[in-house]
């Protein structure tokens, strides 16, 4: 009788111990399967055409920098006529102006400078 009562606590204590390893156990859902491999990125279409945008406004940022540079080195000469005629000493309101416009041109062009890519 002792040897089935230390057989039954046995297996109990068997049971109690597999109960206490599955109640540990994590379960993890089924692995995802993809389409694509997991190492190729995925290309969409709108990749191309924001590209294509950006190549756009980039060549339309360089136009505008020439067209300014342009401007800017018309109004230089400009400048150094007006100053080269004038007395010296005594600058003209229109050659402040065209200082102006410069400075104005210049930092513009510094702008759109950082733009381009």
Partial sequence: MAR?????????LFFAASGLASAQQIHLPPAVSQ?????????YQG??????QALAANQQRQLE????MDKMSELTQELR???QKGEQGVVSLEAIKKAEQIEKLAKGLKSKMKQSF
Avoid: E, F
Avoid at 4 to 12: E, Y
Avoid at 47 to 52: A, F, M, N, P, S
Avoid at 65 to 68: E, L
């Fill in 35 to 43: 389409s694509q491999g997991m190492g190729s990125v995925p290309v």
């Fill in 47 to 52: 990749d191309t055409v924001q590209r294509q």
């Fill in 65 to 68: 920098i020439r067209r300014d």
């Fill in 4 to 12: 089935t009562g230390s057989l039954i606590a046995t297996l109990l």
């Fill in 81 to 83: 006529d007006y100053v």
